[in-house]
Structure formats: C-alpha cells, structure tokens
C-alpha cells in the first residue's frame, strides 16, 4: 500500500510539475497529445488527456487538465500512436474527471510562486490486493521499457549504470553524515496555499484473499488555510482538514457487511512547534451519520456462540445477525498517528437493535486490521423486555410463585442487566475480520446457576448462591 500511495504521489506530482511549467512559460506547447507522450515516457501505462484549458492573464492564473485515463499499458503506448488515431481506452485503472491549479499571477510577476488552489476532480481507481501482498497498481508506476517504438534510453546500460552510481554515492552520503529526520526548520521558505485536495472520488479495492469488496464512493479530502513557516511554527503551523465519504464493505457473498457514511474534520499542527519534527499525531473530530449500518460483525459471531446458554436462561439475542442501522448522527474524537486510530472518547451508537458503545482507549491499526476495543452492547428495549419476562416466568415457575422474580432475576443474572435491558460488555483483539473476544460477564454457567439460585431461594439458602454468580466485581478481572 505505502509503496501504491508513493506511485501515486509521484504521478500527481508529475501533473502539478506539467500545470506550474504551462503556467510559466506561454502555455502554446501544453496541449493533450504533449501530455499524453510526458506521461507515458514516465510511467508503464497508457494514457488519455482529454482537454487542456490555460489562462494565464488573470488575477489567479489557471490550468486545467480533463478527462485524464490511465490503463495497463499497451503496444499503442509502446509504439507512441498519435492520438487521433487510437482507440478510447475501455478499461481504465484510474481515471479522473479534472485536475486543477490556480496561482496568484501577481506572485509570479513579483518572482515568487503562490498555489491558491490544487484540486483533483472525480477520481476513479480499481484496486486489487493480491494473496502474495501485491496489486494491480504497483506495474503501472514502473519505467516503461519502451517508449515512441525505442527502447526506453533511460533504460539502457549506460543510464542503469549512471542511476547505479548516482545510488551508490547518495548511500555513501548518508553514511558519512549523520543521519537527522526531517524538520520543517530546514526549509528557509513560508508556505502558504488556499485549497489542496480530491473531490468525488471513487474508490474500489478488491481483496482476493477473502472476496471482499471495499467500495469508497464520493470522497471528498480537502486541505485549507494551509500557513506553515518553518521559522515561526508559534505562529505559521495550521492546516484545516476536512474528509467525508461512503465506504461501503461488501461480503465474499456480495453482500453488503457494512457501510459507514463518514464525516471528518480537524484542526491540525503539521509540526512539532520546538524541533519542526513532523507531529506525529493528530486529532479528528468524527461524525458516523445517521443510516450508517453494521451487519455480520465478527465480534458479535463470537457472542452469538454463547446463545444457547443464554436461550437456556431465558435470554433471546436473535438480532445480533440482524442488519443494524444508526438512528441518528454520532459524533467523537480520535487520534491517529502511524496507522493507528484510537479512541478519545466513549461515543455510543443506537440502532433498532443495540446501542453500542466503545470505550476510550479501543484502537485499531487500518494498515493490518489488528485491534483492541472495550465494547458494550445494550440491547434493544422491547426485546430485553420480551426476554427478562422470559426468564421471570422460569423463576415463577419454579420457585412456586413464592418470592420476588424480578428481585431474584436481578441478583442471579448481575451485569447482564441494566436499567433494565439485556447488558453485554466485552473486549475484542487480534485480526478485527478473526478476532479473539473476551465477555465481561460469566455466562458459561449462568443457566446452573440461574437453576441453583431458584433451589436456594425454595430452600432459604439463597445468599449462598447469589455469592457464586457474574456480579459487579465480575468485570474487574476483564479489564474493564
């Protein structure tokens, strides 16, 4: 993936590099087939651009390049085909709607380069993530090994020894200087920019290993106010983020597991204010939107291996495999530093089916789906309801009517009760698609002792067995 992302980034890096030079020189020579040729000379693809629109003689000078296509590369790549002879690209593998940049002309008639805007429209990327760890993209960033018909010069003997040699001396530099990470102190220039982002961009990621398909629709990544200078980070260290978007995650059954309407922003210091060091953790505020759904947890099939003890008590829990739909907008906060989003907070999420709440400190690491979470699940009213009348009547039955049920079911079931709905903490850890799942409550012999305690209470040795089962103390030993 990080090596994915670099491509990426090397790709949009090469678009922005095209934007500044058509919008420094007179633009006459930028045109879509001069594009097209500067991009498939650099990376293993083949290519489409569209349109190529330049102002330059305005107050925020312009351009604009639509329709870009990116596709396994091909022999009409290979061979430099001129555009107006190929055919349209059917498949592409990544291919987005517009990119923009704006400047200031102003700055650039003072000699100094300002980017008010950097906008990415409508992106569309296919991912698949093979069984071996590779995936479809990683061919696409290679050197081409032949560009306009030739084999590529930068690939010749002479240019492999030349990159061979240039490697050599730069790994001889690291070691003869001391090896500092990066600070934004060493950089001697301000940087100001207006808006750098994407904008409605879809995402498809395929895992091949277990069929799933992670569908990401109409993200939306928006960096603003960017003012960061290196010498007075007191003052110059801001960057606004916003993030929303629709992750849907669809089952090797091509069902639909979970989607997740998501809306993100914070306000963030890039850097450390005293070192310049990059800051190595940010905080979000989150919101989970209203008709976010959760279906086929893992966590919750592990708890639901547990329910033929529960249905012995009395206890029905059939809608923890049902699909469950957020009633109304939550939001939190997280932190996020090296992959790893942790919790800040103790947000609950209702559903027609369960409220469901995670605790501070819960974390996941989203580069190899290893977890930690406190959870606890309350489920829903009227179906507690249904079930604790169930298990009173086992009571009343069996104690004759003699006795309180609702008093005894209240001490015999403890923590699985509260405020007078079906309560179930529990702590999920590991791989969050197999996880390991710990209860907070003794269950495994909670129908004996539901049994025992209602023969004690016929007998009038009821205190004794109330002293064997799941009570306030039961959490303690499971963290919680």
Known sequence: MKKILIGIGAFLGTILTLLIIG??????????????????????????VEKVNISLFSALSS?????????????????????GERKPISNPVISIGKASVKVSF???????????????S??????????????????????????????????????????????????????????????????????????????????????????????????NLKLTDIDIDGADLANHNHVSVDFDADVTIIGKAKNEAAQFLLDTNGEISPFVEKTGLVNPSVIYNVTMQEDSFLSGFAAFDAIAGELPIL??????????????????????????????????DEPTFPTKNYDLQINKGSFLIITNNQHEMKMGMLYD????????????????????????????????????????????????????????????VEIGSLADLLGGAIKGAIKGKIGDELKKIPGGDALKKFGF
């Open 106 to 120: 102003l700055a650039l008639l003072q000699k100094k380069f300002e980017l008010k805007k950097l906008l990415i």
């Open 381 to 440: 009213e009227e179906e507690s309801k249904k079930s604790i009348a169930g298990v009173d009547a086992k009571i009343k039955d069996a104690t004759k009517g003699s006795g309180d049920p609702k008093e005894l079911r209240n001490k015999v079931l403890g923590s699985l009760i509260k405020d007078d709905r079906i309560n179930i903490p529990f702590k999920t850890s590991g791989d969050i698609r197999n996880p390991s799942v710990t209860l907070g």
């Open 23 to 48: 919008l420094v020189f007179a633009g006459s020579f930028i045109t879509n087939e001069f594009l097209v040729k500067q991009i498939e000379s650099s990376i293993n693809v083949r290519a489409n």
């Open 122 to 219: 409508e992106p569309k990327i296919t991912l698949v993530m093979f069984e071996n760890g590779g995936n479809n993209l990683t061919t696409l960033f290679k050197t081409p090994s032949t560009v306009n018909g030739e084999p590529n010069p930068a690939l010749s003997p002479e240019a492999i020894a030349e990159r061979k040699k240039e490697e050599a001396e730069e790994r001889q530099r690291a070691k003869d200087e001391p090896s500092e990470p990066f600070s934004i102190k060493s950089i001697p220039i301000a940087i100001q920019m207006g808006l750098v982002g994407l904008e409605h961009a879809d995402v498809s990621v395929l895992m091949k290993k277990t069929g799933q398909v992670i569908q990401v629709k109409d993200l």
């Open 63 to 83: 351009i604009e390049i639509e329709g870009i296509q990116l596709a396994y590369r091909d022999s009409i790549a290979d061979k430099g085909t001129a555009l």
């Open 311 to 344: 249905n012995q008590a009395g206890l029905k829990l059939d809608k923890l495999k049902e699909k469950a739909i957020l009633k109304k907008d939550v939001s939190f906060k997280v932190s996020y530093a090296d992959g790893k989003v942790t919790f800040l």
